[in-house]
């Protein structure tokens, strides 16, 4: 009887998780069979890294390193024989590809991959409405012109303005009446680049929610998510997890193997809002964050993921990653005025 009562107080005082997510993904690999190098395809050619093994440590990295809250969703996965087709209407042959590639690469086409074409060509305005889609992964080889990552939201709208273009990107992704997250990765590169590309994504977001428009640590000083990017280099002895390009003792960006010792508050963010404090002297070796696998999950893993709501955000900002029209809705930012985006990576 005394350990029935016990367990049953111990459920009811179990403190609050922050569930899961799941998020359904399409991932189209372009990867055009070469006539004229025995029948491979690009990447077998190439010697190039397998897109579905990097597919499955994207969903495995982001499910560890957002506390379990993040479960993508494979739902259907595309085989292209073929390159892509840019606004200005150009599509590579395979002659002219290999071309430029082994002879010039200067001669790339400057263009960039339509995704109005991209939406037409697999059909995806009637996917993502039948098969409740919320990101779309692309793989392919160097100069299928993409950027790292785009999102387009109902309207353009986002909830602050801001003059930083890198922050929203829709290019000419067409409306759907939802956000749509188009991750555009390069099977050239690895694990650690395609993580990069994800970090990049979680600055963008957040730049644009919890920094209310604003990344400057001059501008916006006591902002959170301004606040959980300081490095040693430009706080001495004050830093906090730093940005994807510097951890709490780079020097300079992509410096993730530095040795020198530095004092910071990273470990802080894990149980945010609630910051101790506690200082903690580390290099990229005793910190964890080493090379750029290594940097990028240590840095994801301190993205705030606990319940609840500080100063009108949520306290799990993974809700604003992969949870965006929901999280806004349920928890409007407080002052948003939700505008077309004034500054953004629009198409030409």
């Keep these: 009887m005394l350990l029935t009562i016990l367990c049953a107080a111990g459920a009811l ?13 399409i991932v189209i690999n372009f990867d055009p069979v070469l006539q004229s190098r025995e029948g491979k395809t690009l990447r077998e050619y190439m ?3 397998d897109p579905w093994e990097l597919t499955d440590k994207m969903v495995a990295d982001a499910k560890e ?6 479960n993508y969703k494979v739902v259907e996965k595309v085989n292209y024989n073929g390159f892509t087709q840019f606004r200005n209407g150009f599509t590579y042959t395979e002659d002219a590809f290999l071309h430029m590639w082994e002879k010039d690469r200067s001669k790339a086409n400057p263009g960039m991959t339509s995704f109005k074409w991209l939406f037409d060509k697999f059909d995806l305005r009637r996917k993502i409405k039948e098969k409740n ?8 080889a160097p100069y299928m ?23 929203y990107r829709p290019y000419d992704i067409p409306d759907v009446g939802k956000t749509i997250w188009i991750m555009g990765w390069n099977y050239e590169r690895g694990e650690g680049e395609m993580l990069e590309s994800y970090c990049h994504r979680i600055e963008s977001v957040l730049s644009l929610t919890v920094g209310k428009g604003v990344w400057d640590h001059k501008k916006n000083p006591e902002n959170p998510w301004t606040k959980f990017t300081r490095i040693d280099r430009d706080f001495p002895g004050e830093a906090e997890v730093g940005s994807v390009h510097c951890a709490p003792n780079s020097k300079g960006d992509y410096d993730w193997d530095n040795d020198r010792i ?5 470990d802080d963010w894990f149980t945010y809002p609630h910051l101790p404090r506690k200082k903690k002297y580390l290099n990229a070796e005793t ?13 994801m893993k301190r993205i705030p993921h606990n319940p609840g709501v500080t100063d009108g955000f949520l306290n799990n900002w993974w809700e604003y990653i992969v949870n965006y029209d929901q999280a806004i809705k349920r928890l409007p930012p407080p002052g948003a005025t939700f505008q077309k985006a004034k500054v953004a990576m629009y198409a030409d």
């Design 47 to 49: 010697k190039w890294h």
């Design 287 to 299: 910190g964890g964050w080493k090379g750029i696998i290594g940097h990028h999950k240590w840095w």
């Design 65 to 70: 390193c957002s506390n379990g809250f993040v």
């Design 13 to 25: 005082s179990a403190p609050p998780t922050i569930g899961q997510k799941t998020v359904n993904v």
């Design 262 to 266: 530095v004092a910071t508050y990273a």
């Design 145 to 167: 012109a993409w950027d790292e990552l785009h999102w387009k939201t109902p309207g353009d709208k986002i909830p602050y303005q801001t003059d930083n273009p890198w922050f």
């Design 133 to 140: 889609i919320g990101e779309i992964w692309l793989w392919g």
